[in-house]
């Protein structure tokens, strides 16, 4: 598993997710204590099954707004104002 900075790894992006599309893992560390993780995905877009919906998009239950004492814009606005 190899490791790279984030700074080369900005640097080197392509490079190194051409790596990553091989299969390979890489740790991405930050003044040399790792940080995260970057490997491939496990499944490709190929892989992966659509289900059909079960309903249809009529047969969903349309949301209510709720009512509001206030115009909200108005309160952001003036909130804003005051800052």
Do not use: Q
Request: net charge positive.
């Amino acid at each position: 598993m190899e490791s790279v900075s984030v700074a080369t790894l900005k640097s080197n992006l392509s490079r190194y997710l051409a790596v990553v599309k091989k299969g390979k893992e890489l740790i991405i560390t930050s003044h040399r204590h790792p940080i995260a993780r970057l490997s491939p995905l496990e499944k490709t877009a190929g892989d992966l099954k659509i289900i059909p919906a079960k309903k249809p998009v009529s047969a969903l239950k349309k949301v209510k707004g709720i009512k509001l004492s206030f115009d909200p814009v108005e309160f952001l606005l003036e909130d804003r104002r005051r800052r």
